[in-house]
């Protein structure tokens, strides 16, 4: 699996921003796509995921970024897998990657996902 996160940038406290993960390569039936993002001198956190075989709606999300950010994928268009991220505050700048594993176990532990984009960088300013 390869994936490739895109979007990132320099926004207003306040603002909205759209990542995109890019998704191509071997796919396995049953999966998890995440978000996740690592700020400078922190552990890498996660944000949401989103599970291949989860019933519309069976998202799971952070409580740092619940009702804030949105993970969606457009499956009648392509693999890929966004995240919405809306009245963001400075403290939500980091590296922003998005992450797969096989199966649909709702994890939020990084260790547990095989397969990482390189990151897209996020920056919020006050």
């Known amino acids: 699996v390869q994936l490739q996160a895109s979007g990132g940038g320099l926004a207003q406290a306040g603002g909205s921003l759209r990542l995109s993960c890019a998704v191509s390569g071997r796919t396995f039936s049953t999966y998890v796509l995440a978000w996740f993002r690592q700020a400078p001198g922190k552990e890498r956190e996660f944000l949401a995921g989103?599970?291949?075989?989860?019933?519309?709606?069976?998202?799971?999300y952070a409580d740092s970024v619940k009702g804030r950010f949105t993970i969606s994928r457009d499956l009648a268009k392509s693999m890929d897998v966004y995240l919405q991220m809306n009245s963001l505050e400075p403290e939500d700048t980091a590296v922003y990657y998005c992450?797969?594993?096989?199966?649909?176990?709702?994890?939020?532990?990084?260790?547990?996902?095989?397969?990482w984009g390189q990151g897209t960088l996020v920056t919020v300013s006050s």
């Open positions: 992450a797969s594993k096989s199966g649909d176990g709702r994890s939020v532990e990084a260790q547990v996902y095989p397969y």
């Open positions: 989103f599970g291949q075989k989860w019933s519309t709606g069976s998202t799971f």
